[in-house]
Nanobody, 123 residues
């Protein structure tokens, strides 16, 4: 089991920005697929962005143009920069990775998860 630790969640007003971090064990961020998911109260977990090690990145339509995923290999850290936040972005955010050599939007694809970090956006 890979131990992932998210941080950076907070309460912000609509239009604001946050940067989430996900620290992974050494060499984990070199794993081919890293992803961010989120889960709002009463809803299922949904994919936010998936990022494959060859640079291939896909964003959910709801965050396209506002969120940016990046990796810092020296710090073993995955980031999610979130700009122009909206109330509907409020959720618990999770980073995830998989032993498979490709990504998938299905959360069942991922074996390794962090504990989550809460993002609340007020209008």
């Amino acid at each position: 089991q890979v131990h992932l630790v998210e941080s950076g969640g907070a309460s912000v007003q609509a239009g604001g920005s946050l940067r989430l971090s996900c620290v992974a064990p050494k060499n984990t961020v070199t794993w081919f697929c890293m992803a961010w998911f989120r889960q709002a109260p009463g809803k299922g977990r949904e994919g936010v962005v998936i990022n494959e090690g060859d640079g291939g990145t896909s964003y959910a339509d709801s965050v396209q143009g506002r969120f940016t995923i990046s990796r810092d290999y020296a710090k073993n850290t995955l980031y999610l920069q979130m700009d122009r936040l909206k109330p509907e972005d409020s959720a618990m955010y999770y980073c995830a990775t998989t032993d498979f050599k490709r990504c998938n939007w299905d959360d069942g694809w991922y074996e390794h998860w962090g504990q989550g970090t809460q993002v609340t956006v007020s209008s």
